[in-house]
């Protein structure tokens, strides 16, 4: 069993970069994902490991760090919330565009705008179908708790090194903030340069005579270039979507009713299940983990036996239309949300899918 | 086993860490537990609250509505919080500063005269310890050994000379504690 601490999200997010083998941590602080920085700061693990903890003079620069270093093979990462992402997300297409692997976290805040410190998961769309311009996609996972706020960011790294392809966590204020136990999993060490050049031999990591150069870009102004360049990663894509689908169902196999919810959402419709369980209601939960590539299939699974769909995000319903498309009309899918900050309560929840959906 | 508790009073008192003591002397006892602080305006001056569960299973929701118990340690909290107590819950209040007095008949209500005592043993610091020792007597979930141990993880080294004076904070509270009848 690994060490076990009661840490916030944020700080397990800092040691589990530690840990990962991470070479450089680039980033900004902002509220409430400030004390991932905070947290590798006072850890100062240039120290102990050599991982480099550099606090830029803005999220701009943290990105474009990010893109240069991930273009030499190194595991690199960034965090942020909300208005820094949005800030980043030029520079996430381009490192999309030039198929590289790095992790970024958004510890997601209100919107739009510079909104409110408190928790939102209005940021679904903006990590899921785009963000930054042309056909690209991230790898989205959704921890729901402290401990998968410390696995996925090594989970992470595993996705996006085996893809090349950026990979983000997307959380929230309420994950990054509380705290619970977690059971920190053995520190790696850090690749050395030959392990990099192996793993990674389209990394610029210097040009011996033994081959030609690589070239690190997402720029081909020949069309019939770019648009193979482009069916490569649609190809890329329609493998992780193949391969990588995760979600959890709990109490799915005789549901009646189901809610589909991801991280802090999930956690408080997790209580609604209780309660609901409690009171004779055949309520399941689906929480996806990846939401991209997002569990379309695992939903539609459900179909031959669940009779309608709760949807709860704290947002005005993003991942509701993904839920949609995979149900493709065939049983009702209601919504409910809250936005700037407010959080609904289990009852609450439970309340609207008696009202909207079992219909009593 | 499940224990979902709000602590909640000013800033400066001690809310945070006694519910992270609380919440790491539940981990030194096996138990699943959560911590979910109030970290918005509210902070940057005023009001502080944090939600604790202690539980022998996974926890759902770390975000609650209704809690088993209530440690009140201001006037707005307990406007904020009384009604949140469930039916046949605990309320525990310090009275300094407190104008108007719990007045449920359905939760059991006590009083810890913390802030009095600790400026009594001239011990400020350990106000909160007071309270929980208060919490720890009506509420026995953690055994006291454990919340020592608790302490020595969430206390940086530099201040573990200062936990003998945390026991014996929590031990006055422990004597000091009433019920109240309304």
Redesign the interface.
């Known amino acids: 069993m690994g060490e076990?601490r009661?840490m916030k999200g944020n700080e397990a997010i800092g040691e589990a970069a530690i840990r990962a083998g991470v070479d450089a941590y680039f980033g900004y602080p902002i509220?409430?994902q400030s004390e991932v920085i905070e947290y590798l700061m006072a850890e100062k693990p240039y120290e102990r490991t050599g991982m480099v903890v550099l606090q830029a003079e803005s999220e701009v620069a943290s990105i474009n760090m990010v893109y240069g270093a991930a273009a030499t093979g190194k595991k690199v990462m960034t965090s942020s919330s909300s208005p820094g992402v949005s800030l980043m997300m030029e520079g996430v297409s381009y490192i999309a565009g030039a198929e590289l692997p790095c992790v970024l976290v958004n510890v997601v805040r209100g919107g739009p705008g510079l909104g409110?410190?408190?928790p939102s998961q209005a940021d679904y769309f903006q990590a899921t179908k785009g963000g930054g311009h042309g056909d690209y996609r991230m790898i989205v996972l959704a921890p729901a708790s402290v401990q998968e706020m410390s696995d996925f960011v090594k989970l992470a790294f595993e996705l996006a090194f085996r893809y090349r392809n950026p990979a983000m966590i997307l959380s929230d204020?309420?994950i990054g903030?509380?705290?619970?136990?977690v059971e920190l999993f053995d520190p790696l060490p850090r690749w050395t340069e030959e392990q990099i050049t192996k793993l990674s031999p389209w990394a610029t990591t210097g040009k011996p005579s033994t081959r030609e150069r690589n070239i690190i870009t997402s720029l081909d102004l020949r069309p019939h270039v770019q648009e193979q360049r482009n069916i490569k990663l649609q190809n890329k894509y329609a493998i992780i979507q193949e391969k990588e689908v995760r979600c959890e169902k709990i109490a799915c196999d005789d549901a009646e009713y189901l809610i589909v919810a991801y991280g802090?959402s999930a956690?408080?419709a997790?209580?609604t299940?209780?309660i609901a369980r409690a009171q004779g209601i055949k309520l399941g939960l689906l929480r996806a983990i990846t939401l991209w590539p997002f569990p379309s299939k695992q939903i539609h699974e459900l179909l031959d036996h669940v009779k309608g769909i709760l949807t709860v995000e704290l947002s005005a319903g993003q991942m509701v239309e993904d839920v949609r498309l995979a149900v493709e009309g065939k049983v009702n899918v209601a919504f409910y949300g809250r936005m700037g900050?407010m959080?609904y309560?289990?009852?609450?929840i439970l309340d609207v899918l008696k009202a909207k959906i079992i219909g009593e | 086993m499940t224990e979902e508790i709000i602590i909640a009073g000013f800033g400066r008192q001690g809310v945070l860490s006694m519910g992270?003591i609380l919440?790491?002397s539940g981990?030194m006892q096996d138990q699943?537990?959560?911590?979910?602080?109030s970290?918005?305006?509210e902070m940057r001056g005023g009001t502080a609250n944090v939600t604790v569960i202690l539980s022998d299973e996974r926890?759902?929701?770390?975000?609650?509505?209704f809690y088993d118990s209530a440690i009140i340690l201001n006037q707005q909290s307990m406007d904020k919080f009384e009604q949140s107590v469930k039916p046949g819950g605990v309320l525990i209040y310090d009275g300094n500063g407190i104008s108007r007095h719990p007045a449920r008949t359905d939760i059991k209500i006590y009083r810890v005269d913390a802030a009095d005592e600790a400026a009594r043993l001239g011990l400020t610091k350990i106000f909160n310890m007071i309270v929980l020792g208060g919490y720890l007597k009506v509420k026995p979930i953690v055994k006291l050994e454990n919340v020592i141990l608790g302490l020595k993880?969430?206390l940086p080294h530099r201040y573990h000379n200062l936990i003998p004076d945390n026991e014996k904070a929590i031990l006055r509270g422990m004597e000091i504690i009433e019920e109240v009848k309304v």
């Not at chain 1, 309560?345 to 609450?348: A, N, S, V, Y």
């Open positions: 076990l009661l509220t409430p409110t410190i408190q204020g309420v903030q509380m705290m619970e136990k802090s956690r408080i997790q209580k299940l209780d900050g959080i309560t289990p009852e609450e | 992270k919440a790491y981990i699943e537990v959560s911590w979910m602080p970290y918005g305006p926890i759902s929701s770390p975000i609650l509505n993880k969430s």
